[in-house]
């Protein structure tokens, strides 16, 4: 499980909110202008380059964004769906049949699917045209004990986040890819006691 954990690295910069007060502002605004979406659908493709093994991983899933605050993520290829809330997460694992409530808001997602590094630790380089529009913005890490040497973000003209590249302290490259889907797919949480009888339930919630 750790590599679903790693993978979704990307998380850093796309859910979280209430906790990069050291955060370079060029960063807080992509972060604010993604958290201010409201019901938008992306497939978003991850492609990870290892530095060691002169070979790649990747893995693709959908998100959904509801109202700016709830989300959904669709993890197939591991067999997991996720929904946050401002009050909540729930990850359903149909693989093992299992269902974890947490009382979270969506910043925990971060914790959960971020292993290591501190936005706090990046610091502001430089911003460069890449044509068609876009913009790159690029940044390093500075911290002791963070994961990553650095973050590249490009955003297109309507400031949209379309591709993210981080490089961790082991030269591995992960390359993420964002499309934003034409039609939204609406969702809400699931009824567990109506559609998920034989799941096993872990209420984590105080």
């Known amino acids: 499980m750790i590599k679903i954990f790693r993978i979704n690295a990307l998380v850093l910069l796309i859910i979280a909110s209430q906790s990069f007060a050291a955060t370079p502002k060029e960063l807080t605004g992509v972060i604010n ?13 991850q492609v990870i380059d290892w530095r060691f093994l002169h070979a790649n991983d990747s ?32 990850t359903i694992n149909h693989s093992r049949a299992q269902i974890l409530y947490e009382n979270a808001t969506p910043d925990a997602l ?9 936005l706090k630790d990046a610091r502001f380089k430089r911003k460069k045209s890449v044509g068609e529009g876009l913009h790159q913005l690029d940044f390093k890490f500075v911290g002791d004990f ?33 499309k934003y889907r034409a039609e939204f797919d609406d969702f809400s949480l699931p009824d567990v006691d109506q559609e998920y009888l034989h799941y096993q339930v872990a209420d984590l919630r105080k």
């Open 59 to 90: 893995i693709a899933f959908r998100m959904d964004i509801k109202a700016g605050r709830n989300f959904h993520l669709d993890l197939a290829g591991f067999g997991m769906e996720i929904y946050v809330t401002e009050h909540e997460m729930v």
């Open 110 to 118: 971060i914790r959960q699917l971020f292993v290591g590094g501190d």
């Open 146 to 178: 963070s994961d990553w040497e650095s973050l590249s973000v490009v955003v297109d003209e309507s400031e949209d986040l379309k591709k993210m590249i981080l490089v961790d302290y082991d030269g591995n490259k992960y390359n993420i890819s964002l």
């Open 33 to 45: 202008h993604f958290m201010n979406m409201e019901s938008t659908s992306l497939e978003i493709q």
